[in-house]
């Protein structure tokens, strides 16, 4: 079993910067792929990135290419989405999953652990 609890959300102007992290306790974090997913009100959750377990392959959505990096700390079982450049269509409840694997996953039904979200809010 592992626990996932995201953090870091908040209410910033367009053009602002956020970082969220997801702390991740329960078990050994060794061989978890990470992924974000965000839901914003009336929508279906969407894929946002997703990183390996060492790092080394990391996936992004479109949408937010060249502007979310995905990171992970190891040693201190926590990965970080820095969000630079936000827009108003940033707006979502923010989930991080996690899943035992190799590689990166985009799909949301894959995953097996969730955590509860953290709410991020662009105003205009």
């Known amino acids: 079993q592992v626990q996932l609890v995201e953090s870091g959300g908040g209410l910033v102007q367009a053009g602002g910067s956020l970082r969220l992290s997801c702390a991740a306790s329960?078990?050994?974090?060794?061989?978890?792929?990470i992924g974000w997913f965000r839901q914003a009100p009336g929508k279906e959750r969407e894929f946002v990135a997703t990183?390996?377990?060492?790092?080394?392959?990391?996936y992004y959505a479109d949408s937010v290419k060249g502007r979310f990096t995905i990171s992970r700390d190891n040693a201190k079982i926590t990965v970080y989405l820095q969000m630079s450049s936000l827009k108003p269509e940033d707006t979502a409840i923010y989930y991080c999953?996690?899943?035992?694997?190799?590689?990166?996953?985009?799909?949301?039904?894959?995953?097996?652990?969730w955590g509860r979200g953290t709410q991020v809010t662009v105003s205009s």
């Open positions: 999953a996690a899943k035992y694997g190799s590689s990166g996953y985009s799909a949301d039904y894959v995953y097996d652990y």
């Open positions: 990183v390996n377990w060492s790092g080394g392959y990391k």
């Open positions: 329960g078990r050994t974090f060794s061989g978890y792929v």
